[in-house]
């Protein structure tokens, strides 16, 4: 987890975002990262609306989840940016 939380903090930095991070003894953890308003600028990306999903992700797993997370943002990262 922390991996990931030092990874995002300095990737905000440059790559503005919104990250949700929630638990729930119903859907467990869940990851959602998201740029608002972009859908369009990245057509490669699912959508919600307006904004452009980056990552979406569910696991009861704590550690699992943000692993998970982390592997996916780095994916959508080189797939839509060229690169982290």
Known sequence: MNDFLKFLNEKLK????????????TCDWGIYIY?????????????????????NVKDSDTETCFARTHVALKEWLLENEGGY
């Open 35 to 55: 740029k608002k308003g972009c859908a369009l600028d990245y057509p490669k990306s699912e959508k919600n609306g307006n904004d452009a999903v980056i990552v």
């Open 14 to 25: 440059d790559f503005p975002m919104h990250v949700d991070i929630g638990y729930n003894k």
